[in-house]
């Protein structure tokens, strides 16, 4: 007991390290406890984080902050409205298409695999091959199942929805335009003496910013160059493809594997064994090498110095808790962790703890 006291009047003496220790407390707390009620809020300040970017370089040039917010804010909403009427009713559309093929795929791949017991039956029986498709038609029905009864929840979605799609654009022009206002009344709530959080601040900011936006123009990209590459190669459900070939970038070293089976899954089911199928394959090859040797470093100027292993456990431990913004912005908070214990005082940056001895 006395060691864990002297440990924690060593590491907590100092009113910033306290202060610090607090506000992430409070932080995690908040996002644990009231993260589905602050959802809209939390999304649109992560918006308006990622756009501020580009109202800040347009106000290097010369331009206005308020002309600026609008020029950035009009483009986010075009964007948005491109992806709601232009791009999601194809996605819906060819998952539709593909979830209807799932049955005659499956047909065809178990009759290809009750070839394997005829030629090597010393390895896989055809007892094994039933077993393995009953399992694969017992998930997909399940899948089924659940999809179901999300549907019979749509109401509730699309009243979600619009409440989304109208307080989100609204919360973040605010956050945008009174950008200044708002950093003043919040800091008029923190103590004087904040050196430590200001260290962690501007390490994180920097990182974050580098990363969140990086990743952001990375999906696009990779959306875009894998799109014209499946369409040009006449690749049935090119655009949903696409958008999980983009998606999969949030994962790194993992999503590139996981997306890896359907692409070629599906260019097998339509073409087979042929040329088209191994030039298909070739292309997707040559994407996932450009991204990750060419536009990686491109846009990330800063990299995240971040083992691997950290990474994989980031993902897990965020995702976990958050489902799918934990995992994209797993990699982010994994760098809050890391500036945290980088800039935390060392042993020998503390005063010695008198013991009472003479």
């Not at 999906?219 to 998606?247: C, E, K, P, R």
Request: proline fraction near 5%; charged fraction near 10%; hydrophobic fraction near 60%.
């Amino acid at each position: 007991m006395q060691l864990l006291t002297r440990w924690f009047k060593r590491y907590f003496s100092d009113p910033e390290v306290v202060f610090l220790a607090i506000f992430l407390v409070l932080g995690f707390a908040v996002v644990l406890t009231m993260g589905n009620m602050l959802a809209p809020v939390l999304a649109s300040v992560v918006i308006a984080y990622l756009l501020e970017g580009l109202v800040s370089l347009l106000e290097r040039r010369g331009v206005p902050r308020l002309a600026a917010v609008l020029i950035v804010y009009i483009a986010f909403l075009l964007f948005v409205a491109l992806v709601l009427f232009g791009i999601a009713p194809q996605l819906s559309r060819q998952a539709t298409q593909l979830f209807h093929q799932i049955p005659f795929m499956i047909t065809r791949g178990q009759e290809l695999l009750m070839q394997l017991p005829e030629h090597y039956p010393e390895v896989i029986s055809p007892e094994q091959v039933q077993e393995i498709f009953g399992a694969i038609r017992a998930e997909i029905a399940d899948f089924g199942q659940t999809v179901l009864s999300v549907s019979f929840s749509s109401v509730v979605s699309v009243i979600t929805m619009l409440v989304y799609l109208i307080l989100m654009p609204m919360l973040v022009f605010f956050f945008l335009k009174d950008k200044s206002l708002i950093l003043d009344w919040m800091i008029r709530f923190l103590p004087r003496d904040r050196r430590l959080a200001g260290t962690v601040w501007i390490d994180m900011d920097r990182q974050i910013a580098n990363y969140v936006r990086g990743k952001f123009w990375e999906i696009i990209i990779v959306w875009a160059i894998s799109f014209v590459t499946f369409t040009i190669m006449g690749l049935d459900y090119a655009m949903l493809l696409a958008v999980l070939v983009g998606l999969s970038v949030i994962i790194p070293y993992i999503g590139a594997a996981v997306v890896t089976f359907p692409v070629i899954l599906i260019a097998w089911f339509q073409w087979g064994w042929s040329a088209d199928f191994l030039w298909l394959a070739v292309a997707y090859f040559v994407i996932q090498v450009l991204d990750g040797n060419v536009l990686v470093p491109l846009l990330f100027s800063e990299a995240v110095n971040l083992h691997p292993v950290a990474i994989i456990v980031a993902i897990l431990v965020f995702g976990g808790l958050w489902g799918f913004w934990g995992v994209f912005f797993a990699i982010p908070l994994a760098t809050l962790v890391q500036a945290v214990i980088r800039a935390w005082p060392r042993q020998g940056d503390l005063p010695a703890i008198k013991t009472g001895h003479a």
